[in-house]
Structure formats: structure tokens, C-alpha cells
């Protein structure tokens, strides 16, 4: 199911290839997110076109809203979106921690409000796997807790408790047909947590293994502590999934640590921002320097908003609210994450992946809130 | 520059090809409407598939935003906005008098308040026809002043007197290199303004007429009537061009009373209501009937998004939002129009027009606001 092409030689980076209900996946992978059935401003061609193996569903969302009858009536999610290729359910747990208002945790599960109606609802291990079964995805995530970065020790003890026994009832619902099922390793920046719920669950067999807890609000030296200190304990001969996370260049930076799979809303948010991704870090289409640049968004960049808009024109578009300035912004920012993860299995396969991350990082200028995380923890 | 390649037996339809700097174009035509150098939620390549001839794009909006310095250094509108088919700019003179808010009606053109940022701006025949010339559109029009259909009738005159003699301002202004430059001509309803107009314009030699006065809040059987006092005097052998209409049903009507271009927002503004445009009138998308209709926006329908995606699907994307529904229904209401004149051009060199022109208006139901209009007009 997944077979490790080639581990490098001076880094933790693998090449791999995870194969699916839905076809194979050579990872390192980014996959786009497509929260309530759509990867957001763009279409299913657009996604094919940039290269886009493998999409996220959204288990809190889509339970919501279509709900689980139309889904059904569809015959899952692939076929209600029209989308022939992988797609990846989260559990839910994440939403439901992060977005319902009122909560109360029980021994099999949350119960809590909507977000949208604030109508009752329950969801736990039983709960979200049925509902990642009726959803039909290639791989379903185990129902955990995540706590906010800055949770009290004990809190995030009581999280890898749950998680763990959660992660065992999760595992023994039905699946779908060729369903993989990936387990989530919590524990904050704890080093004793997260050894103590990835050994947990890895006799469970899970067919992959995802790194929860980032992505949650904290800085970046705690983010790679938290992957460095559960990468350890997690089987080589299976996919390492970081949950939620981040720019091109931490994405480079994780698989230097051994992670294989990526997820992040970043490039379509900030799209809609009108922020652009580059290899060069982050700019902002509407500042002056913009107004009478005839170049593309990235020069030398492929991408289909590339190929034929200027930034004078995009930037003109974004400023009088033209939803095409939005479009073109995402199709280009999630181009960029999945070229870089092409490039980046290329020079694994070339042996020259160190030369790229070092070159690739070199180049890549971070925001100033990740510059002054970094100060921060160099004066520690 | 334009041929007539034939006339309907039975209607005044006609068959049409207009040649212009950029290629040429099949009347009756239909022409997406991109006001500010975007057709609303839809991409060139899409614009292209749909089979769209010709675009529209606005004079007051682009010479506000954003601006004709930043056209000028792009090398024109259709480098600017990457589009190689025909441009059909509009004068600004149906934005001055329907936007702006501050206006002085002067002898060379109207003084004016920017609708963006109430700066001060002037536009007559010499600016208009000069912005025009920097945005190299294939076929100009002359500015004009439009008043409101329920305009007093010394106003209605008054606007007439202006529109003619500025018409022959227009006439003597430099254009770009081929730009084909369209009369057009007022007077409401009264059938001795209407008549003094098309009159006073036609010994200009436009390269084609327009009727204008119409898509001004007036009842249907108004505006057919001011189509209706125009027409004959408008010369055989130049294009007919009937400003800011209508629905599929009324520009097969107008078709039969010998109009060969056409343009609307309407199908990409009610896209964005969530109005569904069909050949048997509209529908709204988030009606709970179309909640688990796994069938296309209209059957039988070849459209990118009717080929792709369920009513269930959109319904549920417009519901939460998503980017992507308002572009679906943008293009399928879009290619209906297309595909409408497509069918129309077919029917006329078939000589089957009458039958089709029957047959389509049975089927189509108007809105309750079109039928209480036609129902007033009966009584009268």
C-alpha cells in the first residue's frame, strides 16, 4: 500500500508512493483542501491541470452542510464533486475543538453546538468514521482531541489519553471499500507525550500516521520540535502526514524531517487576500511596485494564471473586486506548493535533495512574525 | 465591413458576418459584457469554449480604474486583459448619466463626480472617443445621453438634440487603427424623436446603429416599441445593435424585428443571485426541489458546467458560499446566451426562423414582472 522508493542519504526526506481506492500518490505530496466540497475559487480541471493528486474533505463541514443524506443519495464524495482521484477526510476532531462554541467531552465523543445553526450534534470515533465511510474517501483520520498550543500539561495529557483510546474504537468501525485509515500522534511540544501516543498507536496497524498538534496557533521552532520529537517513533514503511501545515518553505523544511504529506488552506486563503506565494516568500499584488509590472506573478512560473495575466492586470482586478483576481491568485499560489513538492521528489530521486533544501531555504524569505518566533527561540 | 448574408422570408431576422480589426463576427450575436476588463467570474479560455465572438468593455469604469496610463504602457485592452477576439467599448455616456452622482450637462460633455472617490471628471465626445482610442477597442461608440425611460418629454428631446450633435463630434475624432465607430440612437418611446435621430445620424455613415434608450427601467412592450420606431430607418446594410439586452426571449424577439447585436449582464448578475437562466425561463438554485437533483443546471445542456456538475452539487456550493457555484451558473447562464444566438444564426440560414422563433418563445416563461407589464400594455 505504501512502498518507500528511496530514503536520502544526509536528510530524513523519503520518496514514496501510496496507493489508493482512487489511484497512486507519489508523495512527498501536497494536497489541496477542499473544506465544503471545493478546493476554494477553483474547479476540478484547474486542479488536474496544476497537478493535484490527492484533495481534503472536510468531516465537520460536510456533515453540516450538504449533510450525509445528499452525500449518500450522490454516492459519496467523490462522485457528489466530480472528482475521480484520492481524496482524504479529517475526522472532525480539529473543527470540533477549534470551531463549535459550546462543547462537552464525553467518555465516546463531543457533544456540541453548530457553528452555523447551533443545533445539537454528537461526534466521536463511531461518529466520524461513519461518516468518513459515507463520505467514501481514500483515506479516513482517526476522531482525536487537539488542544490549543498553550494548553495546561494536564490538559494535554487528557488529550493523548482520549486520542489513544478514541484511536482503537476508530479502528474497529467498518471502512469503506479499500478505505486506509491514518492514526494521529497529539502530545503538544511535550517529548514524553508524544513518545508515549506514538508508541500507542503504532501496534494498532494504522495504514499511515498523521502528526496532530501543529499548526494550532504555535511558533515555528515548536511546530518542528513537536514533528522531531514524534518522527522517532513512527514506522519507516508507512506515510508521515503533518496536519495543517504550512509555507513552502516549512514544507521543505518537514520533509528534510522525514514527513511525506502536506495539507494547508494557506495558499487559497491568502489568495483571497491578495497575497502571492513565491519562491522567494510572500508579496502583496495591490502595493504600488505592482501597478505597472507587465510580468507574470512569479517569473519563470507555469501556472495557467502565469501563462496569461500580467500582475498589472491581476492587481487591477483584485482592486475593483473581480472575482477572476481571486481565482487566478489561488490557482497560482496552490501551483506553487505542488510544484515544489515535484521538484522537491526529483532531486530525491536525483540525490540532490540536500542541495536543494539548503538552496531552497537560502532563498526563501519568511514573514516577519516567523523571523522574530526564530529570534525568539535562538535567545532561549 | 458587414455582410448581409441573409433576410429571413417571414421575419426581419437576419444573418450577418461583421468583419473588425480583431476577426470577424456571426450575427446575431450575443456579447459577454466586461465591464471592467473581466467578465464577471469567467476566464478567457472558459469565454472561448462557451464560443463567444466578441466581448464588451466600459469606458467610464476602465478610464476611472485603472486608467488609461496603465492601458496605455499594457499596449491596449486586449493586451491588457489577454484577450484577442473583437471589444466592443461602450462611451461611458449610460454610466455618466446612471452613476455619477454630481453632474452638469455642458455643451462638450458632462461634468461629473467619480461614483469610486467623488473626484472631479469630464467626459464628451473628444474623451471618450480618445479613451476609446487608447483602449483600441474594434468598434467604438459615440457618446451619447441617455435619460431614464420616464424622462419628460422636453428632457427626452433635449437629450436627442445632444446625442445628435455630439454623434457628429464623435464622428470627427481620431480613431485606432481600424476601430469600426457605431451611432446611436435616442428619443424613448416617441416615435417622432426616435425617427429625427435615426435621421440625422444615418447621413453620418456609422459603421453601424445602435438603439439606445432601452434597458433603462422601461416595461417590455415599451421597450420592443422603441425598437419597433427605430428599426426602419436604420440602413439594411450596416449591423443593428440593441444596448443592454435582455433576456433569451426577448433577444430572439428582437431578432425577428431585425436587431443583429446584443449585450446584457444579466446572465452573469443573476448567476450571482443564484438564478439559473434555461430555454423554458429561470430558475432559483437554492429552491429545496433542486436539494437532491443529481441532473445538470438545464438537461440536455453542453456546457462546462453541466457536463461536470449536478443541480444537488451547485445548490449545496451557492448554499455555503463557495466561489466556485457563482462561476458555474456565470457560465452556464452565459453559454445559454451563446448557445441561443448559435441556434438562431442556424435557424435563419436554414430557413426554419419563424418555427424557431414560435417554439421558443412558447416554451419560455417570462418572469410575473415581464407578464403584469404585457398584461398592462393589453389593457391600454
Not at 108 to 118: A, K, L, N, Q, T
Not at 275 to 286: D, P
Not at 328 to 334: A, I, T
Request: charged share 25%; proline share 6%; aromatic share 8%.
Amino acid at each position: 500500500m505504501f512502498e518507500l522508493l528511496k530514503s536520502d542519504s544526509l536528510t530524513k526526506a523519503r520518496l514514496g508512493r501510496l496507493t489508493t481506492a482512487h489511484g497512486a500518490i507519489e508523495t512527498p505530496v501536497f494536497m489541496p483542501v477542499g473544506t465544503q466540497a471545493s478546493v476554494k475559487a477553483i474547479d476540478p480541471r484547474e486542479l488536474l491541470e496544476m497537478g493535484t493528486q490527492i484533495i481534503l474533505g472536510n468531516t465537520y463541514h460536510l456533515n453540516i452542510r450538504p449533510g450525509m443524506e445528499i452525500i449518500r443519495a450522490a454516492g459519496g464524495l467523490h462522485r457528489f464533486m466530480n472528482w475521480d482521484k484520492p481524496i482524504l477526510t479529517d475526522s472532525g476532531g480539529f473543527q470540533v475543538f477549534s470551531l463549535a462554541k459550546i462543547r462537552k467531552i464525553k467518555t465516546h465523543g463531543v457533544e456540541f453546538r453548530s457553528h452555523i445553526d447551533g443545533s445539537p450534534l454528537f461526534l466521536g470515533p463511531k461518529e466520524a468514521m461513519e461518516i468518513q465511510r459515507t463520505l467514501g474517501s481514500d483515506i479516513a483520520m482517526v476522531f482525536d482531541e487537539c488542544p490549543p498550543h498553550d494548553a495546561p500539561a494536564r490538559e494535554q495529557k487528557l488529550a493523548v489519553e482520549r486520542t489513544i483510546r478514541w484511536a482503537g474504537e476508530c479502528r474497529e468501525q467498518p471502512r469503506a471499500a479499500g478505505q486506509l485509515v491514518f492514526g494521529i500522534v497529539q502530545g503538544g511540544s511535550n517529548p514524553v507525550l508524544r513518545e508515549e501516543c506514538a508508541k500507542a498507536l503504532v501496534p494498532m496497524e494504522f495504514d499511515g500516521y498523521a502528526i496532530g498538534g501543529v499548526s494550532v496557533g504555535e511558533p515555528e521552532p515548536e511546530m518542528f520540535r513537536a514533528v522531531e520529537l514524534t518522527e522517532p517513533f513512527l514506522p519507516a514503511h508507512k506515510p508521515r502526514y503533518a496536519m495543517g501545515l504550512g509555507t513552502p518553505a516549512q514544507l521543505v523544511e518537514l520533509i528534510a524531517r522525514g514527513v511525506d504529506m502536506f495539507d494547508c488552506v494557506l495558499p487559497t486563503r491568502v489568495a483571497r487576500n491578495g497575497t502571492v506565494f513565491t519562491r522567494k516568500g510572500t508579496y502583496i499584488l495591490k502595493n504600488a511596485e505592482n501597478k505597472m509590472n507587465f510580468g507574470p506573478l512569479e517569473d519563470g512560473c507555469e501556472c495557467f494564471a502565469c501563462r496569461r495575466f500580467t500582475r498589472a492586470y491581476l492587481r487591477h482586478l483584485y482592486n475593483v473586486q473581480e472575482i477572476l483576481a481571486i481565482r487566478m491568485l489561488s490557482v497560482h499560489n496552490s501551483y506553487l506548493f505542488l510544484k515544489v513538492m515535484a521538484d522537491v521528489r526529483a532531486a530525491i530521486a536525483n540525490d540532490t535533495f540536500s542541495d536543494f533544501y539548503r538552496d531552497f531555504i537560502a532563498g526563501y524569505r519568511p514573514t516577519q512574525r516567523v523571523l522574530l518566533a526564530r529570534a525568539a527561540a535562538k535567545e532561549r
